[in-house]
Each structure stands twice: as C-alpha cells, then as structure tokens.
C-alpha cells in the first residue's frame, strides 16, 4: 500500500460509510517538547485538515472528529478559554473551505455551554453549508456520548408525558431518532491516537458495533506520515 491511502485505488464498497476519530496526544507531544500544550493542539489543526480533504475523496460519508469533550471543562481555566479561541478561529477561518468543497459542517454536542458569540458562529456556520452533500462532518464539542443518550431519552419522555407515545412501544430506532447524528449511519471505524485503548465516553450508542482501532502514534505526528491511516479490512 502506497504511504498515502489516497493515492491507492480503493474499492468504494469496502470503506466504511462514518468514521469516527478521537484525536488524541497533542498536549503530551508538545509538553514533551518543552513547550505550552496549546502548541500542540495549534499544530493539530492541520491535521484535521488533511483528514477532512481525504475522506472527502475517498467518497467516506460521514467524519465524527471528538474535539472538545464535555470532560474537557476539567481542564485549567487557561487551556479551556485557548481552546476555545482556538475553535473559534478554526470555523471562522475552515467554513467557506468546507462550503467550497461540498462539506455540511454539524457541531454536536451540547452548545448551550458555549459563549453566545459562539453559539451564532456555529449556527452561521452549520446554515451556510447545511445543503451541501458531499461529506458530513460532526465535530463533537462539549460532547459525551452519555449525554447524548440522556437528552435523546428526556425528549421521548417528554412525548410519554404529553401522551404522544407508548413508553412500551419505545424502540432503540426511537432513541436513535433524536441522537445528535440522526440520520447519518452508524459509526464503522472508531480511531483513537496516542496509545490510550479506550473511548472516553465517544459516541456511545452509534459505535455499538464499530470496528475500533488504536494507535501509539499522535494525532499531528500520525497525520504528517499520512493522509489517513491504512483502515482495517482494506
């Protein structure tokens, strides 16, 4: 296989139709190099990059990329305001990228955290490009999968109350139908950098049955070898 996945030819029946990224190691990478960890998370953006454009070649139909997790909160106040500025800047400066390139951009998660300046930019943002048809990108921010779950089920509780629904009737198609990703297919490859073997409460429901795959390698350094990762079973 070719160093870059792009450049193989790829039978479209055997990629998966969403993948899902959990993009980990930029904070230790930097740290490792003496320098602050917002370094590392800057040098990572281009990464995101590369990864949007090849799956938008290849034809993947959906790319969830955990950015910002409700766990996140935790971290010290300094890192969290950076990162973000660091989102902000990031949409303001990829939307008309992403519009250009037939990308619908959708920002899951709850919002309602975020700062209203930023709550408009992420509604501007999903408005201009909610036509497109092209590759769906999720990106996860103040997102857990728990959470997820929860707010899908009070909404169908609500329903029960109202008298609108049969709490005996209740399908895991009804919960899936008001998930942050409605719509889209299931989560096929699961991907997590930096050699942590586990998936920090990503997308719970929607990667029941995802193929997961874990790599020592960071996020930056992974994506500067390659455009993607060879996936499994390709």
């Not at 919002?111 to 036509?131: M, P």
Request: net charge positive.
């Amino acid at each position: 296989m070719s160093s870059k996945l792009t450049d193989t030819h790829i039978s479209q029946g055997s990629l998966p139709k969403h993948i899902a990224i959990i993009m980990d190691g930029n904070g230790r990478w930097a740290k490792a190099r003496g320098k602050a960890r917002m370094f590392g998370h800057k040098a990572g953006v281009e990464s995101v990059r590369k990864t949007v454009s090849a799956a938008n070649r290849l034809g993947i139909q959906v790319l969830t990329l955990f950015a910002f997790s409700s766990e996140n909160w935790r971290r010290p106040q300094e890192e969290v305001s950076l990162l973000m500025e660091l989102f902000v800047t990031v949409l303001g400066r990829e939307v008309k990228r992403l519009h250009k390139n037939g990308v619908r951009l959708q920002v899951i998660g709850d919002k309602s955290r975020f700062s209203r300046s930023l709550q408009d930019k992420i509604a501007r943002a999903e408005e201009l490009t909610k036509d497109n048809t092209k590759l769906v990108l999720n990106v996860a921010a103040n997102y857990g999968g728990q959470w997820d779950i929860t707010q899908s089920v009070k909404k169908l509780a609500h329903q029960a109350a109202r008298g609108e629904l049969d709490p005996d009737s209740i399908t895991d198609g009804d919960i899936a139908v008001h998930l942050s990703t409605a719509g889209q297919p299931d989560v096929d490859l699961m991907i997590r950098t930096s050699g942590e073997c586990r998936i920090s409460n990503f997308i719970l429901w929607q990667a029941a049955y995802a193929e997961l795959y874990f790599t020592d390698e960071y996020w930056l350094i992974l994506m500067k070898k390659a455009c993607l990762m060879p996936l499994p079973g390709i």
